[in-house]
């Protein structure tokens, strides 16, 4: 049996896909950067070797997988072309692995790591499924029929995947780095949907999916009464959401998610959809949406004296709104803050305006520096550009975070794509140790 090692390996994407493989009972190592990163808990319970970067680590009788951030000079890509042992990139590893099972791909440009995760619970519910999710946690199961996976649109990397299935959740301009144009995105999922092999499931109340063209068919759900999953009667608690599914005008079914925000019922709807177009019956979707916990990084909550502390991965003006309007739907009353840390610079100019507007929904900003990309240069920008557009915003900085206590009984929202995680736990040392 083939045995892999993964250059890169605490990438999120990385670390999900060795953790499929080792469940699968294939011999997995891979090797990375020596910093700690979130992602590498599940490989060391797992067991799977994680080695520092060495062109030592390459031998005979390994295929390596590389990961999309590393060049074709990094020393173990190199050792490997030299010794004969074959290289393959992630995303092209991964659509080879997808057709092996009924596959179902997960992309668009904000939601997918959140729908991923809760069509895989759900689906496991009713099948043997294994999954892919972009927050870096991954599962093979053995027999397994469905293969659930993130598919990521940057640099037009999910056309290496030929899916049975495919769910768009919408189409927006982001990666501005590497897609010219909302047209230029819109273009690249017209090119996924025609690799689509039996139906395609997308959300019709986005400005840009009815358009799309595909030789399968194409079932919308959304809130408008011209998809053909709609979501009516819906009621918003301090406990999650509530809603009615009605299929093309008739009754389902009643469902609840203990999750915040309207974003969250149509990712719910996306996986109602393609779960009814499998056959998985009312009773077990509603039974396995209510115990869904959540994926990492999304709205990730602890309390820490009176204030309630959320960790969101949210780095796109749309989905700092979604953030923001879940956690004033679950905590009504209470003083929201945003701790935002801009991801790279070219984000940063791109949407200075509208990060400036969803910002301004919460009662307090404060801003980290931006977090450039190995992909870009430091561009002339700062963070004090996008600090003019907020009337009363601050800057943080690590050693002066004991300023949020002021804030008490608040929500403190922690977004970001970078290392924002940074700051929470200097936090959370500052007021452990008054």
């Given at each position: 049996m083939?045995?892999?090692?993964?250059?890169?390996?605490?990438?999120?994407g990385?670390?999900?896909l060795?953790?499929?493989?080792?469940?699968?009972?294939y011999?997995?190592q891979?090797?990375?950067?020596?910093?700690?990163f979130f992602t590498q808990?599940?490989?060391?319970e797992r067991g799977i070797?994680?080695?520092?970067?060495s062109k030592?680590?390459?031998?005979?009788?390994?295929?390596?997988?590389?990961?999309?951030?590393?060049?074709?000079?990094?020393?173990?890509?190199?050792?490997?072309?030299?010794?004969?042992?074959?290289?393959?990139?992630?995303?092209?590893?991964?659509?080879?692995?997808?057709?092996?099972?009924?596959?179902?791909?997960?992309?668009g440009?904000?939601?997918?790591?959140?729908?991923?995760?809760?069509?895989?619970?759900?689906?496991?519910g009713?099948?043997?499924?294994?999954?892919?999710?972009?927050?870096?946690?991954?599962?093979?199961?053995?027999?397994?029929?469905?293969?659930?996976?993130?598919?990521?649109?940057?640099?037009?990397?999910f056309?290496?995947?030929?899916?049975?299935?495919?769910?768009?959740?919408?189409?927006?301009f982001?990666?501005?780095d590497?897609?010219?144009?909302?047209?230029?995105?819109?273009?690249?999922?017209?090119?996924?949907?025609?690799?689509v092999?039996?139906?395609?499931?997308?959300?019709?109340?986005d400005?840009?999916?009815?358009?799309?063209?595909?030789?399968v068919?194409?079932?919308?759900?959304?809130?408008?009464?011209?998809?053909?999953?709609?979501?009516?009667?819906?009621?918003?608690?301090?406990?999650?959401?509530?809603?009615?599914?009605?299929?093309r005008?008739?009754?389902?079914?009643?469902?609840?998610?203990?999750?915040?925000?309207?974003?969250?019922?149509?990712?719910?709807l996306?996986?109602?959809a393609?779960?009814?177009?499998e056959?998985?019956?009312a009773?077990?979707?509603?039974?396995?949406l209510?115990?869904?916990q959540?994926?990492?990084?999304?709205?990730?909550?602890?309390?820490?004296?009176?204030?309630?502390?959320?960790?969101?991965?949210?780095?796109h003006?749309?989905?700092?709104?979604?953030?923001?309007?879940?956690?004033?739907?679950k905590?009504?009353g209470?003083?929201?803050?945003?701790?935002?840390?801009?991801h790279?610079?070219?984000?940063t100019?791109?949407f200075?305006?509208?990060?400036?507007?969803?910002?301004?929904?919460?009662?307090?900003?404060y801003?980290?520096d931006?977090?450039?990309?190995?992909?870009?240069?430091?561009?002339?920008?700062?963070?004090?550009d996008?600090?003019?557009?907020?009337?009363?915003?601050?800057?943080?900085?690590?050693?002066n975070?004991?300023?949020?206590?002021?804030?008490?009984?608040?929500?403190?929202?922690f977004m970001?794509?970078?290392?924002i995680?940074?700051?929470?736990?200097?936090?959370?040392?500052?007021?452990?140790?008054?």
């Amino acid at each position: 049996m083939t045995a892999y090692h993964f250059v890169g390996i605490k990438g999120t994407g990385m670390s999900a896909l060795a953790q499929v493989l080792h469940d699968l009972g294939y011999t997995v190592q891979g090797s990375d950067v020596e910093k700690w990163f979130f992602t590498q808990k599940a490989l060391e319970e797992r067991g799977i070797p994680v080695l520092p970067f060495s062109k030592d680590n390459i031998r005979p009788g390994y295929t390596v997988i590389a990961g999309n951030a590393f060049p074709d000079t990094h020393e173990e890509i190199e050792a490997a072309r030299q010794l004969g042992v074959p290289v393959i990139r992630y995303h092209r590893f991964l659509g080879q692995l997808a057709g092996k099972f009924t596959s179902i791909a997960v992309t668009g440009s904000h939601g997918k790591t959140t729908t991923t995760g809760l069509l895989a619970h759900v689906m496991q519910g009713a099948h043997p499924t294994s999954y892919l999710i972009g927050d870096g946690t991954g599962k093979g199961e053995p027999g397994s029929k469905y293969f659930v996976f993130e598919a990521c649109e940057y640099r037009r990397h999910f056309l290496s995947y030929f899916p049975d299935y495919a769910i768009m959740t919408n189409i927006d301009f982001d990666h501005p780095d590497y897609f010219a144009n909302v047209d230029d995105v819109f273009s690249a999922f017209q090119q996924m949907a025609n690799q689509v092999k039996k139906a395609i499931v997308a959300c019709g109340d986005d400005p840009y999916l009815p358009n799309i063209q595909a030789k399968v068919p194409i079932l919308f759900y959304g809130f408008g009464e011209e998809n053909d999953f709609q979501a009516r009667n819906i009621v918003k608690t301090t406990e999650g959401m509530a809603f009615d599914v009605f299929v093309r005008n008739t009754f389902f079914a009643s469902f609840a998610i203990p999750r915040f925000g309207t974003h969250n019922v149509l990712n719910a709807l996306a996986v109602i959809a393609l779960c009814h177009y499998e056959g998985v019956d009312a009773g077990t979707i509603a039974k396995r949406l209510q115990t869904f916990q959540g994926v990492k990084r999304r709205f990730s909550e602890k309390t820490v004296g009176r204030q309630v502390l959320i960790d969101d991965y949210a780095h796109h003006p749309r989905e700092i709104t979604a953030t923001l309007e879940a956690a004033r739907q679950k905590y009504p009353g209470r003083e929201v803050v945003a701790i935002f840390q801009p991801h790279t610079y070219t984000r940063t100019q791109t949407f200075l305006r509208e990060f400036a507007e969803s910002l301004l929904q919460a009662d307090h900003v404060y801003l980290c520096d931006i977090f450039g990309s190995a992909r870009e240069h430091e561009g002339k920008l700062t963070i004090r550009d996008l600090q003019a557009q907020i009337p009363r915003s601050q800057l943080l900085e690590e050693q002066n975070v004991a300023v949020l206590k002021q804030h008490q009984d608040a929500v403190l929202v922690f977004m970001g794509a970078g290392d924002i995680q940074k700051f929470q736990q200097a936090y959370e040392r500052a007021v452990l140790s008054a």
